[in-house]
């Protein structure tokens, strides 16, 4: 199938999962993960309609918005290390990824420097997989209401993977438990912190996700095809 072809029924099977969910559909948007693949598949998802990429390096990103500067949004959803934060600043949309407060000092630095707000979520590693980034549960409340003190930083809401099961039901207590700490943090009136956005599902996922209240979900493989390692 082509990916215009693959994006219509991903894009259906979001609207059926919302529904089913008793959701409106337009409270989800698919942020197609672009990674390793070419701007020519990027460029035919846009074509069908696509307007939400996420990359996970920098570099990639880097040479993708410059191939590509008008008419797309990027989001960077990868693990970002505090030293290349500057490559991306002004560039992307959200990012995805901070679980820590030397990354936000960071995010907040650059984006100040162009007196720019960055809009983030922060990510929770809710499995305790080592493997995967992201802040504790317990300490997730510590380090919004550090980072929410910092002038160009606007926390928007939370991210998580979950580990990986070939059953996508096995991943929906990692979904609501995330849904549950939005309820957490928002409980807990922090000024200018929002969770309006759950970045969470996959491409074997993604259903499950949005029964348990995904904003964002992030699928690559459903459709541009399995993805290409470095």
């Given at each position: 199938?082509?990916?215009?072809?693959?994006?219509?029924?991903?894009?259906?099977?979001?609207?059926?999962?919302?529904?089913?969910?008793?959701?409106?559909?337009?409270?989800?948007?698919?942020v197609?993960?672009?990674?390793?693949?070419?701007?020519?598949?990027?460029?035919?998802?846009?074509?069908?309609?696509?307007?939400?990429?996420?990359?996970?390096?920098?570099?990639?990103?880097?040479?993708?918005?410059?191939?590509?500067?008008d008419?797309?949004?990027?989001?960077?959803?990868?693990?970002?290390?505090?030293?290349?934060?500057?490559?991306?600043?002004?560039?992307?949309?959200?990012?995805?990824?901070?679980?820590?407060?030397?990354?936000?000092?960071?995010?907040?630095?650059?984006?100040?420097?162009?007196?720019?707000?960055?809009?983030?979520?922060?990510?929770v590693?809710?499995?305790?997989?080592?493997?995967?980034?992201?802040?504790?549960?317990?300490?997730?409340?510590?380090?919004?209401?550090?980072?929410?003190?910092?002038?160009?930083?606007?926390?928007?809401?939370?991210?998580?993977?979950?580990?990986?099961?070939?059953?996508?039901?096995?991943?929906?207590?990692?979904?609501?438990?995330?849904?549950?700490?939005?309820?957490?943090?928002?409980?807990?009136?922090?000024?200018?912190v929002?969770?309006?956005e759950?970045?969470?599902?996959?491409?074997?996922?993604?259903?499950?996700?949005?029964?348990?209240?995904?904003?964002?979900?992030?699928?690559?493989?459903?459709?541009?095809?399995?993805r290409?390692?470095?």
């Amino acid at each position: 199938m082509s990916i215009a072809e693959n994006l219509k029924l991903i894009r259906q099977r979001i609207d059926d999962a919302a529904r089913r969910a008793g959701r409106d559909p337009a409270s989800v948007r698919l942020v197609a993960v672009s990674k390793t693949k070419p701007v020519s598949a990027i460029v035919e998802a846009r074509d069908s309609g696509q307007l939400l990429f996420g990359e996970n390096y920098v570099q990639e990103l880097v040479a993708k918005v410059a191939e590509l500067p008008d008419g797309v949004s990027w989001h960077f959803i990868g693990g970002l290390q505090s030293n290349k934060v500057r490559q991306i600043a002004g560039l992307v949309d959200l990012i995805h990824s901070v679980d820590r407060i030397s990354l936000a000092r960071e995010i907040d630095r650059q984006w100040g420097a162009l007196g720019r707000c960055c809009d983030v979520l922060i990510q929770v590693n809710i499995s305790r997989e080592a493997t995967k980034g992201g802040t504790s549960s317990q300490d997730l409340l510590d380090l919004v209401t550090e980072a929410a003190g910092l002038a160009h930083l606007r926390i928007r809401g939370l991210m998580t993977m979950p580990p990986f099961f070939d059953d996508p039901e096995a991943a929906r207590p990692y979904f609501r438990r995330l849904r549950e700490l939005a309820g957490e943090v928002e409980a807990a009136g922090i000024a200018g912190v929002e969770m309006a956005e759950l970045s969470m599902g996959m491409s074997g996922d993604f259903e499950a996700a949005i029964a348990e209240g995904a904003t964002l979900v992030r699928v690559g493989s459903a459709l541009f095809g399995e993805r290409e390692y470095h």
